[in-house]
Structures are given as C-alpha cells and as structure tokens.
C-alpha cells in the first residue's frame, strides 16, 4: 500500500530552526508537496521537490531524497506565527496526492 | 473575497438527512477537487473534476456525489448522511496537472452528523 509517515507532533523554541521529516512510499513518485495549515484553516502551498536537493525559499527549505524516500521541511528562524500543522503530499504515478496526516508544530517563546 | 468560496462553513445534521456542500472559485481553474480530513489521517480524494463534462471517483467516494454546474462551481451532495461522514471538507482547485501547479483551497465546510 502507499503509505505517508511524517511526526504527529513537534515542539520548537521562537528564534530556533526545527526540521520535520518525512518518508514515503508510494507507487510511483512525480514530486513531493509541503503545505502548511493553520488551525482550522485551509492548507497552503509552502513547497514542490522533484528533483533530489534542497530548495530554499526564505525561511524555509525543502529537501528531498528519491532513493531514500525521504524528504525534510527546515523552517529557520521560528516565529510565534509558525504554529501550524505541516502536511507532507506525494504525487504517484496515477498523478493522484499521497498525503501524510501532517506534523503539528508547537512554537514556544 | 476569497478565491475559492465554500458554503456552508459550518452544518450540523441528523443522520439520513441530505445534505449538499457547495463551492466556487474565482481562480478560472478547471480542475476541482472534493477533500475530507479527518484528525490524525491524511486529506482524502472524495471526488475530483477536471472539467464540465468530467468526473472521478477518488478514494473514498461512496455515500458521496458531485455536481459540477459549471467551470466555477462543484457541489458535493450526502444523500443520506451518516455520523461516520463527520469531518471537515474542503474543496481545491488547481490550473493544471499537478506535477506543474499547486493546489488552491478552500475555508473549509465543517460538517457534523448527529
């Protein structure tokens, strides 16, 4: 089956930089989604891998490893305004989204 | 104004009743996408639509059905709903495939079956 891991929970300190993991495996790979959702609000695109490496946009970056199946979302410099739930999404070869049941991250001054 | 509008935003129910959650966009996108999200599991694929004339079952798609009026507009319709169908549901659109596009969601339609 296809299949989306990514922590249920993380708690990280204002100003720090926190890495959330996730693995994958799926049935065919066309390219990784991250999305951010605040509490009770819709997700919003943060960013796209295809290709191995990391991609960086602002404070945040995206790593991907195909062969492991793995990819990272690195958020530097945390604000107050990054709590949110971070949901991982893997595109397969049916072109259908895979997604994990997302990462809630906790910012504490 | 948001460009993709749900309503309603919030919806308690009884059991057996039918029910429709609506939505449009203003985004001019053909593609649009019925999700449910349930605490502790991933979105899931209700239905999916990637024009008028086109509709797909997604992954969880039974005691559901669509409507697509038009380019701008895709409701999702409970004939008969069920406690089980709790859940908050999101509509999304998206301009192309999405290997070269984001998805777009949006508020949200909270659904409760009592």
């Known amino acids: 089956g296809q299949n989306i891991d990514q922590p249920t929970e993380m708690t990280a300190t204002e100003g720090a930089i926190v890495q959330i993991n996730c693995t994958y495996q799926t049935s065919g790979f066309n390219g990784l989604f991250w999305y951010q959702q605040h509490a009770g609000e819709a997700p919003t695109f943060l960013s796209y891998?295809?290709l191995d490496g990391l991609e960086e946009k602002g404070r945040f970056s995206s790593f991907l490893s195909r062969s492991k199946g793995y990819s990272y979302l690195l958020l530097k410099e945390l604000q107050m305004k990054d709590s949110a739930s971070y949901l991982c999404?893997?595109?397969?070869?049916?072109?259908?989204?895979?997604w994990g049941a997302g990462t809630k991250l906790i910012i504490k001054p | 104004d948001a460009d993709v509008t749900q309503t309603p935003r919030n919806r308690i129910t009884k059991t057996g009743k039918r029910i429709m959650l609506e939505c449009s966009q203003t985004k001019g996108h053909d593609r649009m996408y019925w999700y449910r999200q349930d605490p502790g599991l991933g979105l899931r694929l209700i239905y999916y639509s990637f024009d008028v004339k086109d509709i797909n079952k997604g992954e969880i798609s039974d005691g559901y059905s669509v409507s697509r009026q038009a380019q701008a507009k895709f409701s999702l319709s409970l004939e008969s709903a069920i406690p089980n169908q709790t859940a908050l549901y999101f509509c999304a659109t998206s301009e192309m495939t999405l290997d070269t596009g984001e998805l777009f969601f949006g508020e949200g339609s909270r659904l409760t079956v009592l």
């Open positions: 891998n295809v």
């Open positions: 999404a893997v595109l397969d070869s049916n072109y259908q989204l895979i």
